[in-house]
């Protein structure tokens, strides 16, 4: 929206308007102060890439709303105070769209895109047709008129012929410009579609902050969006931290009355870049122009792939005919149009019921209540067993045996409940019974008045030294080889191990003899236990289990210490001065260390010839060609895995970071790099890398 140029004028005059003490009320100043106040908008709500702090923001902001309340007069209706309604709205009147709003035909795979894409080039009548691909966005719809640049109204869905007016309530989203200059490409009305959203990270933070409050929390980002569109204040539409996304020009006409989208606009692309050079928020940076249907579905592949880690609900793509002249061609039904196909993604909610609740110990103690479920598919698998994590969990949704449960796949990986349909409640349903024993051996359960977790106290409780010893052999512990979860019950239940040091005393004569254990796999079972003792310090240190110590924090810890025993002659102080380890961490390592029977363990371990010491330290101070250097990798790695290029880095002295931001040294880019990259072009001291770039740094 803002050329190179105007925004360095933008940022010299906001230093400017900081800089005065006096502020004059007159309209050229007070023009100005608007115009910087846009700028600033554009900057945070569109950019996400603010140039002032926020209390200079506010402080601008409040200049004007003092002047224009002095002088009633100056007060224009795009000023940026305008944002923020005054009053309550009682009901909604119902408005026509200028151009119907209509559903989408969905596809769910490759045939239904081929199809789509011969009933296109019949429509048209050509061999060629491009297509644009953008994300679905899972949000609320939504209807803006500009009229000489002026926002006039804004409208719901509705039923596609007439929405509810909530004007008022757009008003106050920053995201939505109270002006656009559509003058200048002739446009002098024009109706615009899009969805508003709330971002996952902002809508965790806002039932975060409703669960301290004690407050209900919000089921899902799209009901809540819907319903925030229509609260009757404004001001509560604004503090939900709505946005509005533009994806598409329904209308538009010139001073004259000419149809400009049949006369003057060439394709949807050019459609979105003069939404976004209008300020507009648009999904530029995540759609892309494909010239057949085979690259329509690669870059559908791509993003089905990733779109867990976008930090907006998608719920598919959409494909569009590019060219205005061919969507003309094709023209719509009733339902639909003909020259655009909804592609939807493997479905991420499904609903199951409720069957019973068992109760899980973990090697912490800690007891978690698994939600029993009648079986259902959801997006490639069946779940039966989901966590409830805890009581107050249970609690704050409501849930009861026999409830229909809405079941998620949450990041496409871990199944979490949402909540539960209470319309379809019979009065069958029956509250979940915590239990106040330990379901393993019957010890009492406590609750410490800082968790939300209850927990068995007894370090012999027969459930947490199973899955004490499950850890130890993991693949992010000791990876040992052929002693997985199955194994280590099997000789649990036959005695053969009784702690974790009995791993290294196993009666492999007798186990030769066991059902399903042949030479070959006793003897892998035998060198994987060998191994396991060279592992490095870090990993012994995470196999350990001890609260709230991780991977990375037993890396970190690690490359402080010679040996394991170290760490009983540490205090709190002491390891709160390792980078990345707090109190808690600190205070849950020194209890660990202070109990005689782990001291024990590790005493034990070493005398059986575990590694208990930090041999990496040489290795290091001759392999440090990264030290002091951060990267991130992006895209479709084709040289190593994640876990390999994270090893590389930390080996070689570096360290990886999760995201984009002026900490970042080195982006490194496999295939189909996306937003990351674009995001890190804009920062001229992030250095972006292919792989071999990155293996000639540590060659």
């Known amino acids: 929206m803002y050329s190179i140029e105007e925004q360095q004028k933008f940022n010299a005059l906001t230093q400017k308007l900081l800089g005065k003490s006096v502020y004059l009320a007159l309209p050229e100043f007070i023009q100005d102060l608007r115009n910087t106040i846009n700028y600033h908008d554009w900057r945070y709500y569109v950019l996400s890439e603010p140039v002032i702090t926020d209390y200079d923001y506010d402080k601008l902001f409040a200049v004007l709303k003092r002047i224009e309340s002095a002088n009633p007069s100056l007060q224009t209706p795009d000023s940026p105070t305008q944002r923020v309604a005054r009053g309550l709205t009682s ?7 200028l151009a119907a709003m209509l559903s989408l035909e969905n596809s769910y795979n490759q045939g239904d895109l081929n199809d789509f894409d011969r009933k296109t080039k019949e429509l048209t009548n050509t061999e060629h047709t491009e297509y644009c691909v953008e994300p679905k966005f899972d949000g609320s719809s939504i209807a803006l008129v500009y009229e000489n640049d002026l926002l006039v109204r804004a409208a719901t869905r509705g039923d596609g012929t007439a929405g509810d007016d909530i004007t008022n309530n757009a008003k106050a989203l920053p995201s939505i410009p109270l002006r656009a200059p559509f003058s200048k490409y002739g446009i002098h009305k024009i109706e615009i579609r899009g969805e508003v959203i709330i971002q996952r990270s902002v809508f965790e933070k806002m039932n975060e902050e409703r669960k301290r409050k004690g407050e209900k929390v919000f089921q899902n980002a799209r009901n809540t969006a819907s319903g925030s569109l229509r609260t009757k204040d404004p001001n509560e539409s604004r503090a939900r931290n709505l946005e509005a996304i533009l994806y598409h020009i329904s209308f538009a006409e010139d001073a004259g009355g000419n149809n400009l989208l049949k006369e003057k606009l060439v394709s949807h692309f050019h459609c979105i870049e003069i939404l976004y050079n209008c300020g507009f928020k648009t999904p530029i940076h995540e759609m892309r122009v494909c010239q057949n249907i085979d690259d329509v579905h690669l870059f559908i ?5 990733k779109r867990h880690i976008f930090n907006i609900d998608t719920d598919g793509m959409v494909v569009k005919v590019n060219s205005l002249q061919q969507q003309q061609q094709c023209g719509s039904t009733t339902h639909h149009p003909r020259w655009a196909i909804a592609y939807k993604f493997a479905a991420k909610q499904a609903h199951s019921k409720l069957l019973k609740v068992e109760f899980q110990v973990g090697r912490t103690g800690a007891v978690t209540p698994v939600a029993k479920i009648e079986p259902v598919p959801l997006a490639g698998v069946t779940i039966s067993s989901i966590s409830l994590h805890n009581e107050d969990f249970i609690s704050e949704k409501d849930i009861k045996i026999n409830d229909t449960v809405i079941v998620e796949r949450a990041g496409e990986v871990i199944p979490y409940i949402v909540g539960v349909v209470e319309t379809l409640r019979t009065g069958a349903e029956y509250p979940v019974d915590f239990p106040r024993q330990c379901p393993s051996c019957n010890s009492p359960l406590i609750k410490p008045d800082e968790e939300a977790v209850w927990r068995c106290d007894n370090a012999d409780c027969p459930a947490q030294t199973e899955e004490r010893v499950i850890h130890y052999v993991s693949k992010d512990a000791m990876d040992i080889d052929g002693c997985g979860r199955e194994t280590v019950i099997e000789f649990i239940q036959r005695g053969y191990i ?22 070959k796999s006793v003897n892998n079972l035998k060198a994987g236990i060998e191994d396991s003792k060279n592992r490095p310090l870090w990993r012994l240190l995470n196999a350990l289990g001890i609260r709230h110590v991780g991977v990375t924090t037993s890396k970190d810890i690690s490359n402080h210490i010679h040996s394991i025993f170290d760490l009983a002659k540490m205090s709190v102080d002491d390891l709160t001065n390792i980078e990345g380890i707090g109190p808690k961490v600190a205070q849950s390592i020194v209890g660990f260390f202070h109990n005689s029977g782990n001291t024990h363990l590790l005493e034990e371990l070493h005398a059986l010839g575990v590694n208990t010491i930090n041999r990496a330290e040489d290795a290091r101070s001759k392999n440090n060609k990264l030290e002091g250097k951060t990267f991130l990798f992006t895209g479709s790695l084709q040289q190593f895995t994640r876990d390999r290029a994270k090893q590389l880095v930390e080996e070689n002295g570096g360290k990886l970071l999760s995201g984009v931001s002026a900490n970042l040294n080195y982006l490194v880019v496999g295939e189909d790099a996306g937003s990351k990259l674009a995001k890190a072009q804009k920062i001229p001291s992030i250095i972006v890398l292919s792989e ?8």
């Open 692 to 699: 071999d770039d990155f293996l000639n740094m540590i060659a």
């Open 498 to 519: 009784k702690t974790i040091e009995d791993l290294y005393r196993l009666p492999y004569e007798q186990i030769l003899g066991l059902e399903g254990w042949k030479e």
């Open 91 to 97: 009901e909604f009147e119902s408005v026509q769209h």
């Open 301 to 305: 592949q791509t993003w089905d792939s």
